[in-house]
C-alpha cells in the first residue's frame, strides 16, 4: 500500500511558474513510476508526465512538452512537477500517481491539488 500526498497548487498568472509536489509513503519498491495526471472541468482525466525512479527516464504529454519538467528525490519518495510558462488552459486538478514498472497502469493516487492559471 503506498500513500500519495501533493501539494503546491495555487494560483497563478499565465505566464507564471508553479512547483508541485508530491510524497509517497507506505510500501514502496525499487523499480516504480511516479506521475501526474490533470482534469480540468468537464473534462477527462488526462496524463501529464511520469518518471521512473529507475533511472529517471521521463515522459510527457505533447501539450507541456518545453514548459513542465518532472523530477525526484529517490531518498525521499517525492517526486515534482515544475510547471513554467502557464497557460490558462492548464487550470486543471492535478493528481500524483504512482505505479510499479512492470504494472499496466498507475494504481495509487493523491487527493488532488487544484491549479488555476488567470489569464
Known amino acids: 500500500q503506498v500513500q500519495l500526498v501533493e501539494s503546491g497548487g495555487g494560483l497563478v498568472q499565465a505566464g507564471g511558474s508553479l512547483r508541485l509536489s508530491c510524497v509517497a509513503s507506505?510500501?514502496?519498491?525499487?523499480?516504480?513510476?511516479m506521475g501526474w495526471f490533470r482534469q480540468a472541468p468537464g473534462k477527462e482525466r488526462e496524463f501529464v508526465a511520469r518518471i521512473r525512479f529507475n533511472g529517471g527516464s521521463t515522459y510527457y504529454a505533447d501539450s507541456v512538452k518545453g514548459r513542465f519538467t518532472i523530477s525526484r528525490d529517490n531518498a525521499k519518495n517525492t517526486v515534482y512537477l515544475q510547471m513554467n510558462s502557464l497557460k490558462s488552459e492548464d487550470t486543471a486538478v492535478y493528481y500524483c500517481?504512482?505505479?510499479?514498472?512492470?504494472?499496466?497502469?498507475?494504481?495509487?493516487w493523491g487527493q488532488g491539488t487544484q491549479v488555476t492559471v488567470s489569464s
Open positions: 500517481a504512482a505505479r510499479v514498472v512492470a504494472a499496466n497502469q498507475f494504481g495509487y
Open positions: 507506505g510500501r514502496t519498491v525499487s523499480d516504480y513510476y
